[in-house]
């Protein structure tokens, strides 16, 4: 029964410690690795809304210079006969060429410099995507990057894109997010641009606007993700480790109801559009903040994102942002493997403990059942009954040793210090005495005085000793 109480305590104990164990990583540690990423989401936002500020700070000083060119708007306030608007177009033309040449020239010196170490003017990138410029009325006079240029001369920007009659009205260089195309049939991108007044060179007002651009494509996603992440690994390499590379989320950039530009996959970016605009309907104007914190799920694994709408975009037609996700399995799988080895180590414990418990119960406990199977023989009337002194266990051993002699000093049997001779022994009942006369029955032995064993005997002053002619018999006769 003993065996039983032992094992059941032990793996009691065993399950209660493997519970507080799991349930103090569950509820403290999980739950803190939660909020650690939340908070990492929180400063990778904070650190993506700050570089894209600064990318159209730049953009617009470089509008800015562009548009302040001398020769520029010099040639926009010429009055030109005859076919005047192609030959204001090639005029035109000819000095955005000049400018865009410059801007690709500075790129080229400051290729290994930092961006934060340039002046906003000198600020990657500096081959713009859209390169253009207006006249006061919002058409198209000329522009870089188009292949058809000469056919699109005279086309009215102002219809579809206000903010070029604004930036007149209000002598302002204006940030604005487009979605164009070169052609109409094209799928139209997502843009940032600014748009700069272009001054009269005498008066001084507004006579046309430059428009300069930067499409928001894959890379531009990528170069933001490297931001994050710094850019090097913990070990001062281009390889970022896992852990690393779990902690910089993934992000994405959309306008309206489409995403256009991403670091995630194909399949993982359609999941996430359908989630956002779909499922969870981030633009719906009611439910609109600045800022959410949503559990998505993308393909078979969990992740946690961050919405971050730009600036000024919640009240705009169709509203821009950036996205961010992260891997919650990653981030919380080395506290799921801890969880998965203190289940492993809890049951090899409780396994190898009572397999323990036997080995200890059989080589301890079972030679004191022996003893106590013994004793109960002794007590049922077998008096010849002779313990086990087996090897296997010290104490039981010894206890067996001394109830053999407990055992024998009350049946009156000699003990190992005695002396045999004197006694005669057991083959000396029945036996003739020294005398030579025949006992008519068996002599008994009693037991030995243990008390006086050891002591010598008293001599009298007087020089009496004791009786010197006492014979054996005499001793034995007066021991009985």
């Known amino acids: 029964m003993y065996k039983y109480k032992f094992i059941v305590g032990f793996a009691a104990l065993v399950v209660l410690q493997t519970a507080f164990v799991l349930y103090m990583l569950q509820d403290r540690l999980v739950t803190t690795t939660l909020e650690d990423t939340d908070i990492s989401l929180q400063r990778s936002v904070s650190l993506i809304e700050k570089s894209h500020r600064l990318d159209e700070f730049a953009l617009k000083e470089q509008a800015r210079a562009v548009a302040n060119r001398s020769d520029l708007r010099q040639a926009l ?63 198209l006079i000329s522009a870089r990057g188009s292949s058809d ?21 209000e002598d302002a260089t204006i940030i604005d997010m487009w979605n164009w195309s070169w052609h109409a049939g094209e799928d139209r991108e997502f843009y940032v641009v600014a748009v700069a007044p272009i001054r009269h060179p005498d008066t001084d007002e507004p006579q046309g606007t430059v428009v300069v651009g930067n499409r928001i494509t894959d890379s531009v996603a990528q170069r933001r993700q490297s931001l994050i992440a710094d850019g090097l690994g913990a070990d001062g390499t281009e390889q970022l480790s896992h852990r690393e590379q779990v902690q910089t989320p993934d992000l994405s950039f959309f306008r309206g109801d489409r995403i256009y530009s991403s670091t995630l996959s194909s399949r993982e970016l359609s999941d996430l559009a359908s989630v956002l605009f779909d499922d969870r309907d981030i633009l719906n104007k009611q439910e609109q903040d600045l800022q959410r914190i949503l559990d998505i799920e993308l393909g078979e694994s969990n992740y946690r994102a961050m919405v971050r709408f730009f600036p000024g975009q919640l009240d705009a037609e169709h509203p821009a942002g950036v996205v961010l996700v992260t891997n919650s399995d990653d981030a919380i799988q080395p506290h799921s493997r801890a969880r998965f080895n203190i289940l492993l180590v809890s049951s090899a414990i409780l396994l190898l403990g009572m397999g323990f418990l036997f080995f200890l119960y059989h080589m301890f406990v079972t030679p004191f059942a022996r003893i106590e199977d013994g004793i109960q023989s002794i007590i049922s009337g077998d008096k010849d009954h002779e313990f086990d002194c087996s090897k296997d266990h010290a104490v039981a051993e010894n206890l067996a040793l001394h109830l053999n002699l407990m055992s024998a000093y009350l049946q009156g049997k000699p003990m190992p210090d005695d002396d045999v001779q004197s006694l005669g022994g057991w083959d000396a009942f029945g036996m003739e005495e020294p005398g030579g006369a025949e006992s008519k029955k068996p002599t008994s032995v009693g037991g030995v005085d243990l008390m006086s064993l050891g002591k010598k005997k008293k001599s009298d002053e007087g020089g009496e000793a004791g009786d010197e002619d006492s014979t054996p018999e005499a001793t034995t006769e007066e021991t009985t």
Do not use: C, K
Request: glycine share 4%; charged share 40%; no cysteine.
């Open 149 to 169: 240029v000469q056919q699109r001369v005279d086309d009215d920007f102002s219809g579809r894109f206000p903010v070029v009659l604004t930036a007149m009205e």
């Open 77 to 139: 306030a010429e009055e030109y006969e005859g076919e005047w608007r192609i030959e204001r177009h090639y005029n035109v033309h000819r000095y955005l060429n000049r400018a865009r040449a410059r801007f690709r020239h500075e790129a080229e010196d400051n290729v290994d410099a930092r961006n934060l170490d340039l002046d906003l003017s000198r600020r990657r990138p500096l081959e713009h995507d859209l390169f253009m410029a207006l006249d006061d009325t919002g058409r």
